[in-house]
């Protein structure tokens, strides 16, 4: 009972946080999600991929919750609350510290403000690590084969997404950003 609840509390708190920060951003005429809005079709091919993988991956892992397959022992589940709490936190921390300059997608349009200041000097993608650290967290806690095939599926898809948002930071953002990037690592680190 104490991993369900767990488990539970860390999805909770992960979606409460992206959609209150896409409803704090909506209040302020800011539209939040981009996702396959932009002209080029293979952001538009990526971006829905990870889409549907970010989606789908919630009702697997409401599912595995239900259905409380324990393979691994009590030790590795406690390392995968550990880890989900510690994705929902770098998660907070990236949307928090991106302002109103977080976007779910790459927008054709709108400007935004480059941050590089607080989590951002130490991750280039926080926000994406947090969704990474979440979905393994849960995935330990909860090892079985649907779990493990949409936690792969979720984080190349957002691996790709991260490599097109490369592309186009540098065209938005030029030497600023390139800069930027042979400094701080993609996921963790500085160089």
Request: glycine share 6%.
């Amino acid at each position: 009972m104490l991993f369900k609840i767990f488990s539970l509390l860390i999805l909770i708190l992960f979606y409460g946080i992206y959609f209150t920060k896409m409803y704090v951003q909506k209040k302020k005429g800011i539209q939040t999600r981009q996702i396959g809005k932009c002209k080029n079709k293979d952001i538009r091919i990526v971006e829905m991929l990870m889409s549907i993988a970010t989606f789908v991956i919630v009702p697997v892992q409401i599912i595995s919750i239900i259905i409380d397959l324990k393979i691994f022992n009590d030790g590795i589940r406690y390392v995968g609350i550990l880890v989900g709490i510690i994705g929902d936190i770098l998660f907070l921390i990236a949307v928090v510290t991106m302002k109103d300059s977080w976007r779910a997608g790459i927008p054709n349009e709108d400007k935004t403000t480059f941050i590089s200041t607080g989590i951002y000097n130490i991750s280039r993608n926080p926000a994406f690590l947090g969704f990474d650290l979440m979905y393994v967290g849960i995935c330990l806690i909860y090892f079985n084969t649907l779990t493990i095939v949409f936690t792969l599926f979720a984080i190349i898809m957002l691996h790709f997404q991260i490599l097109q948002e490369e592309k186009f930071l540098e065209k938005a953002f030029g030497n600023e950003y390139i800069d930027y990037k042979k400094k701080v690592f993609r996921y963790l680190g500085r160089k």
